[in-house]
């Protein structure tokens, strides 16, 4: 969290009259090149994004996330002035909003703050978008706690391996992808049959799946990139 | 028919003792279903000696190869992180004098020995400073690895220093809890031997006995199965390292979040030096003088001096020292490792590696039987010989290149005082500077010649250069020193406080990967 925060209690009558943007745009920080999402999320992210292991750079906790860009503060996805057309990570939907125990908090001073949707309805009741906004914080909070259960376990079968991503572009370019970590397929097949039933009973190995097939993404950022660096 | 060899029996309970014991049982792990035992015998009233705070990075893949998780040993030991040395005062004895001997080797070792090249041309800097970023790290306090390098890794090479009476109860949990080691709390009454003196057993004062086929001795200064049973000498080396006393302290920090330096401090004294090893708790700090040359009271109170107004209150322990090892390291069925084979003084934390190259050996070198047992002994005293008769080459050198004018460094520099084989190595580094090819060609040197290079050049010994001859290396040289400026400045913007890490790692954990 930078210093440019000012993170409140939502506020039925002192934010009565709010308005939060809701579009992508960079000025919103929506250029992001790997945002973090949970479990559940993954078949729709493995559906445009590789979904990869990461390190927490405060902790060195692992964390899953979707790769949406290749150098920092990227975001392939995204265009100016366009809706966000593929699947939008809960991370990036949650908008200036935080929880604090089972409240939900605002940063004022997040540049979505000011015009846009509404929180409040006339009457004072929380608006549509309010409402959810406080869905995805309810999804967000079991689903942090599940996602890191399963990264848990990853670790413990030891099933996660680094993995290198090294790209050339037709500019003549190159790119080394560091600090990024994949399920270990080797390990994953060698597995005993009553480690893999127990993955499978606790939906694991769908998301184990998942998360192998969407490396099948990664070709498809690097079009996309090639495409962006052509001009 | 052969007497196999299957059941371990160590004696003494401290570091020594442990990791020997872990060592062995990682190693055997898979005998150990048909019937290979390890047990360590461990007096309930003897007290731990603490030697050594310092370790060597070889600790680091010694307790990986056991099991030990990294993250346990930083909350458990105090540890924290060890880059490598700084000497200061040595040379000189001027306020700025000093030099580091760092952990990492010089850039590019192994393709071009940089020595000539900088004494060629200094560029002002230091020998450390332009061949690798270590020294630079040190001087900022800086961590040698981030939150996310994996446990065990390093992006500057590093050790430990921690709290060895912390150290020896963490080592037991884990052997006895994780790789089967037995453990017995009893007295060694009486030991019974064979008619060529092999060791059978141990009779304990609690009652009952404990019988072995290999017995390793690991009762510190007592050295009772290899000194007292079976008489094997100690031979001295005070005619050459002269301190016999130390004294120690454990000095508090004045906050919790106190800088803490991530490399030892060693600071010469009028009649020997002082050691600062940061802990996450609390500071070890103590001098190692010759009694011959000051009063225990006059060191006591340098002593305190060093340490300043944080001495207030604390009284130093006084540990007696005797510098030497055995004539033989192993003899019959008992080998020695530890302070039992040996002690110097701890001026490059010499101790623990020792502990885990010799444990490593009895462990790789196990003989299978009584009858190659002796073939595996002289191999094991040729190769610990020359590892002791090196680690004091080394120490030495740290003391005769001095000219500081105090009667104990003036005596180091009596050329009767150095060993033959070091005077011969001065007299040709006058000539060629020291690098891994001709002189230091063993498997797993303690010191390898970038450790010479560091204390030699870093106490401004010179040697002759050829220009002519560096002509083939130059662009080489160049760029490897080029390399490890750009390195320098990365690193020292990439890596945390020393003390910053530390706390990290022990609030969150270091991944395994």
Redesign the interface.
């Known amino acids: 969290m930078t210093a440019m925060t000012n993170i409140v209690l939502l506020d039925t009558k002192a934010h009565r009259d709010l308005c939060v943007e809701t579009g992508a745009s960079a000025r919103f920080g929506d250029a992001r090149r790997f945002v973090p999402v949970i479990v559940g999320e993954f078949a729709h992210a493995a559906a445009h994004y590789p979904i990869l292991l990461s390190k927490d750079a405060e902790t060195g906790g692992f964390f899953c996330g979707a790769m949406l860009g290749i150098d920092e503060d990227e975001n392939l996805f995204l265009t100016e002035g366009k809706p966000f057309e593929t699947y939008r990570p809960l991370n990036l939907q949650r908008g200036p909003f935080f929880t604090a125990g089972s409240d939900i908090a605002i940063d004022l001073d997040n540049p979505r703050v000011g015009s846009g949707q509404a929180l409040f309805g006339a009457d004072g009741q929380p608006s549509l978008y309010l409402k959810s906004i406080m869905n995805l914080f309810r999804d967000l909070k079991t689903g942090l706690e599940q996602t890191r259960v399963f990264v848990e376990t990853l670790l413990s079968l030891k099933l996660i391996e680094p993995i290198d991503i090294g790209l050339s572009f037709d500019d003549g370019s190159r790119r080394r992808l560091e600090d990024l970590y994949t399920v270990n397929q080797d390990a994953l097949n060698a597995l005993s049959d009553d480690k893999v039933v127990e993955l499978f009973r606790r939906g694991y190995l769908r998301a184990i799946y998942l998360m192998i097939a969407s490396l099948k993404q990664l070709p498809m950022l690097a079009q996309k990139k090639n495409a962006r660096l052509a001009g | 028919m052969l007497k196999p060899v299957s059941n371990v029996v160590i004696v003494g309970g401290g570091t020594a003792g442990w990791l020997t014991a872990g060592v062995i049982a990682a190693r055997h792990q898979g005998r150990m279903k048909s019937g290979f035992t390890v047990t360590l015998i461990e007096s309930p009233d003897i007290k731990i000696i603490g030697v050594g705070e310092g370790t060597w990075p070889t600790l680091r893949s010694t307790l990986e190869k056991m099991g030990v998780s990294e993250t346990d040993l930083f909350r458990h030991c105090d540890a924290a992180f060890k880059q490598g040395a700084r000497f200061a005062r040595w040379t000189t004895g001027v306020e700025d004098d000093g030099y580091y001997h760092p952990l990492m080797l010089p850039q590019g070792f192994h393709q071009v020995n940089l020595v000539p090249h900088w004494l060629e041309d200094e560029g002002g800097r230091s020998f450390c400073d332009s061949v690798t970023p270590q020294g630079a790290l040190c001087d900022d306090g800086l961590a040698p690895k981030?939150?996310?390098?994996p446990q065990y890794q390093a992006m500057a090479n590093y050790a430990y220093h921690l709290d060895a009476g912390k150290f020896a109860p963490f080592l037991q949990k884990h052997c006895t809890e994780k790789l089967g080691v037995r453990h017995v709390l009893a007295d060694v009454q009486g030991v019974k031997q064979a008619e060529n003196g092999d060791i059978e057993s141990l009779a304990l004062k609690q009652g009952g006995e404990i019988v072995g086929d290999l017995f390793v001795d690991c009762t510190g200064f007592a050295s009772l199965l290899l000194g007292k049973t079976l008489g094997v000498g100690f031979k001295s080396c005070s005619d050459v390292l002269f301190c016999d006393t130390a004294i120690a302290v454990q000095v508090p920090y004045a906050h919790p979040d106190d800088a803490m330096a991530s490399h030892t401090i060693s600071t010469a004294q009028s009649a020997g030096w002082t050691w600062d090893i940061g802990l996450s708790a609390r500071r070890g700090v103590g001098y190692v003088y010759s009694s011959r040359h000051i009063s225990d009271d006059e060191a006591a109170s340098e002593l305190m001096r060093y340490i300043g107004p944080q001495a207030k209150g604390l009284t130093p322990r006084k540990i007696p020292i005797r510098g030497g090892y055995r004539e033989t390291f192993w003899k019959n069925n008992v080998v020695a490792v530890g302070l039992s084979s040996g002690f110097l003084e701890p001026l490059e934390s010499s101790a623990i590696v020792l502990v885990e190259l010799s444990a490593k050996l009895i462990a790789e070198q196990m003989p299978a039987n009584r009858e190659v047992m002796d073939i595996v002994a002289r191999r094991f005293n040729e190769v610990n010989h020359y590892r002791w008769g090196r680690i004091i080459d080394f120490l030495k050198l740290h003391y005769v290149l001095t000219q500081r004018p105090e009667k104990f460094w003036r005596d180091n520099t009596d050329p009767a005082t150095v060993p033959d084989r070091l005077k011969d190595l001065l007299q040709l580094w006058k000539y060629q500077p020291p690098w891994f090819l001709e002189e230091f060609d063993r498997l797993e040197e303690v010191f390898p010649a970038a450790s010479y290079q560091y204390v030699l050049y870093g106490m401004g010994f010179r040697t002759a250069v050829d220009r002519d001859d560096n002509a083939q290396t130059r662009s080489l040289a160049r760029q490897q020193m080029q390399e490890n400026a750009v390195m320098t400045q990365k690193m020292r913007k990439q890596l945390p406080k020393n003390r910053d890490l530390v706390r990290?790692i022990q609030?969150?954990?270091?991944?395994?990967?």
């Open positions: 981030t939150i996310t390098t990290k609030e969150y954990g270091l991944q395994p990967i």
